[in-house]
């Protein structure tokens, strides 16, 4: 899949509503059997928050793996969160995920998710990645940028939504959910993006918006070390570029976007 190179920017209104980035590695299963009690103890004061999850087994199974003298299965999950619940770092047998809802730049993103990586890295010592996933979900609100008399044809491109260029079709839709997933260089993309009803909370009523959901991943073996941080510098270009692609330059104006040197790859 080819993108068109796009100028980086931060938008001042800016349509993220959430950002995460995942490794996966072949399971460690202490990480199951054991509280990570040194891995919170070196993250607890940027992430003082902390629950364990683990998926209700109906008891009718529960029962019968007993019975047999069977282990239960564990999908034990850590998920340790910042004071203000922005930012939330999840550790399980066979994954690391940082996600948060306060998106300003890669670089940010990146440092604050290498130095729980290399934490990880040194306490569990991961043999190697199996998948490494970049993903940004974009919510455009029209209300929110002042945008109410805009046709939606006037804010997505055609080449990702031909049917609200429709004029004898368009004004009936109320729903659009597509689901892509693309070849990109460094692996796949999967894109779903349409037309979505959202709560405002200043509205009687639910507000159609556009959402922009892209996860880029790769799913081969990746070794520990700089090979993954390249990796997700490129997803986060391509992430970039496929955005612009997506929007007019109606809504690219409307967000304020403001230009920023770049550092990345």
């Given at each position: 899949?080819?993108?068109?190179?796009?100028e980086?920017?931060?938008?001042?209104?800016?349509?993220?509503?959430?950002?995460?980035?995942?490794?996966?590695?072949?399971?460690?299963?202490?990480?199951s059997?054991?509280?990570?009690?040194?891995?919170?103890?070196?993250?607890?004061?940027?992430?003082?928050?902390?629950?364990?999850?683990?998926?209700?087994?109906?008891?009718?199974?529960?029962?019968?793996?007993?019975?047999?003298?069977?282990?239960?299965?564990?999908?034990?999950?850590?998920?340790?969160?910042?004071?203000?619940?922005?930012?939330?770092?999840?550790?399980?047998?066979?994954?690391?995920?940082?996600?948060?809802?306060?998106?300003?730049?890669?670089?940010?993103?990146?440092?604050?998710?290498?130095?729980?990586?290399?934490?990880?890295?040194?306490?569990?010592?991961?043999?190697?990645?199996?998948?490494?996933g970049l993903?940004?979900?974009?919510?455009?609100?029209?209300?929110?940028?002042g945008?109410?008399?805009?046709?939606?044809?006037?804010?997505?491109?055609?080449?990702?939504?031909?049917?609200?260029?429709?004029?004898?079709?368009?004004?009936?839709?109320?729903?659009?959910?597509?689901?892509?997933?693309?070849?990109?260089?460094?692996?796949q993309v999967?894109?779903?993006?349409?037309?979505?009803?959202?709560?405002?909370p200043?509205?009687?009523?639910?507000?159609?918006?556009?959402?922009?959901?892209?996860?880029?991943?790769?799913?081969r073996?990746?070794?520990?070390?700089?090979?993954?941080?390249n990796?997700l510098?490129?997803?986060?270009?391509?992430a970039?570029?496929?955005?612009?692609?997506?929007?007019?330059?109606?809504?690219?104006?409307?967000?304020?976007?403001?230009?920023?040197?770049?550092?990345?790859?």
């Open positions: 899949m080819y993108l068109p190179e796009s980086r920017v931060i938008y001042e209104r800016n349509p993220l509503i959430q950002v995460a980035c995942q490794l996966r590695f072949p399971p460690i299963l202490k990480i059997r054991q509280e990570p009690v040194d891995f919170q103890d070196e993250i607890r004061f940027q992430y003082p928050l902390f629950e364990s999850t683990q998926p209700q087994v109906p008891s009718e199974i529960s029962q019968a793996i007993q019975k047999f003298g069977l282990p239960l299965l564990s999908d034990i999950s850590y998920s340790f969160k910042s004071e203000d619940q922005i930012w939330h770092l999840c550790i399980s047998k066979d994954s690391i995920t940082l996600s948060t809802s306060a998106y300003e730049r890669y670089e940010h993103f990146q440092k604050r998710f290498r130095e729980a990586v290399e934490l990880f890295e040194r306490i569990y010592t991961p043999s190697f990645y199996t998948r490494v993903q940004y979900q974009d919510l455009i609100i029209r209300s929110k940028l945008l109410e008399n805009k046709q939606w044809s006037d804010l997505i491109t055609e080449h990702i939504a031909s049917e609200l260029y429709n004029a004898k079709l368009s004004p009936s839709i109320q729903s659009i959910i597509k689901d892509l997933v693309l070849k990109t260089e460094q692996g999967h894109f779903k993006h349409g037309l979505v009803f959202v709560k405002q200043d509205r009687s009523d639910d507000e159609l918006a556009y959402l922009l959901d892209a996860d880029f991943y790769t799913e073996k990746i070794e520990r070390g700089e090979n993954v941080w990796i510098g490129k997803f986060n270009k391509s970039r570029n496929l955005f612009r692609w997506s929007i007019t330059d109606t809504l690219h104006h409307a967000m304020r976007p403001q230009t920023i040197e770049t550092t990345e790859i």
